[in-house]
């Protein structure tokens, strides 16, 4: 089978778990073979007029929400023989698309900031991905900086002669497509259209954009809700602050017409809530969906009903960062 023929699902009318596939990557998820969602037990969450769902991202075959946007970028790219792939990243999308670049065979090149947790540098080492660790941070204020200034340098210089090829999550807008085609249409159908409010980190903006698209069509009264940190400077791997920051340097690809509201989250707040999901509900979940459940539980939602929580990734690649608030 052509390689690239390995990057679409094939269509089947079995059950997801009777099957078997041809690749790891067609295990990625989708409306009919949705990532599960967890209910909050009463010790997490008090209120008994709200139920909250988690949407466990890290369920997922490469550990996180980014295969799916690896995924659909993948399938928007023509890799030539010869050439190599090379993406900038704070290590899920790295993670997923050295993974996939695997399953077809195709070199490739991660530039992380050097503040990326250890657990996902060894994870992209144990892929066999070129790691190229730059000194950035985790929330650059300069786009053409850092990681992306290192990968934007390698796709367009001549000195290279185009044999890199970058999937641009930044900027692409397949990743916004990712969730408005799997994410929005798995949560509409898990919850039987049932869902008041959606809350999500914000990143590149591909999650919220992508699945708040899809759920104001489907309900304008849905409350969209990003979750930033509370500071530029912060621990939380993945997330951007956006709260005053000037337009030219603002994610290109987050539709902020869709945000009802901005919650910010200090690095405290989201380990807390992650050791303490772990800890009563027996959910292990990385410290930005921490961020997300204290923003969803304390923000004093008035409307009583149902909220669903994107919970981006596992607590496996953050223990030694979680270990300092242990």
């Keep these: 089978m052509d390689a690239a023929l ?47 769902l988690l949407k466990l991202e890290g369920m997922n075959p490469f550990g996180s929400i980014k295969d799916r946007t690896a995924l659909h970028m993948l ?48 994870l992209l080492r144990f892929l066999g991905a070129e790691l190229i660790e730059v000194e950035d941070e985790l929330c650059p204020l300069f786009p053409s900086e850092g990681a992306r200034g290192v990968v934007k340098s390698m796709v367009e210089s001549e000195a290279y002669n185009g044999r890199y090829v970058s999937p641009n999550q930044y900027e692409s807008e397949l990743n916004v497509e990712a969730h408005y085609t799997t994410t929005g249409p798995e949560i509409w159908k898990q919850t039987n259209g049932a869902v008041d409010y959606f809350f999500a980190g914000v990143g590149t903006g591909g999650t919220i954009s992508g699945v708040g698209r899809y759920l104001k069509e489907q309900n304008p009264n849905i409350r969209i809700i990003a979750v930033e940190p509370a500071s530029r400077h912060h621990k939380l791997s993945g997330l951007k602050r956006i709260t005053g920051l000037p337009d030219e340097h603002f994610p290109s690809i987050l539709d902020t017409e869709l945000l009802d509201d901005v919650v910010s989250v200090t690095d405290e707040e989201a380990y807390r809530a992650g050791i303490e999901v772990a800890r009563k509900d027996g959910i292990m979940v990385g410290p930005t969906t921490g961020a997300v459940l204290h923003a969803a539980l304390n923000s004093g939602l008035a409307k009583n009903g149902t909220a669903v929580l994107i919970s981006a990734d596992n607590a496996a690649k953050y223990i030694s960062s979680y270990a300092g608030y242990l």
Excluded: C, F, H
């Design 6 to 52: 390995k990057l679409i699902a094939r269509e089947s009318g079995s059950p997801a778990g009777d099957r078997v596939y041809d690749s790891i990557v067609d295990l990625a998820p989708n409306p009919d073979n949705p990532t599960p969602m967890v209910r909050l037990s009463p010790r997490m969450n008090p209120r008994d007029d709200l139920d909250v």
């Design 75 to 122: 399938r928007g790219l023509r890799i030539k023989e010869g050439q190599a792939l090379v993406e900038p990243s704070a290590g899920n999308t790295g993670i997923a698309l050295a993974a996939m670049a695997n399953a077809q065979d195709t070199p490739i090149e991660i530039a992380v900031p050097d503040g990326t947790p250890e657990e996902k540098k060894a």
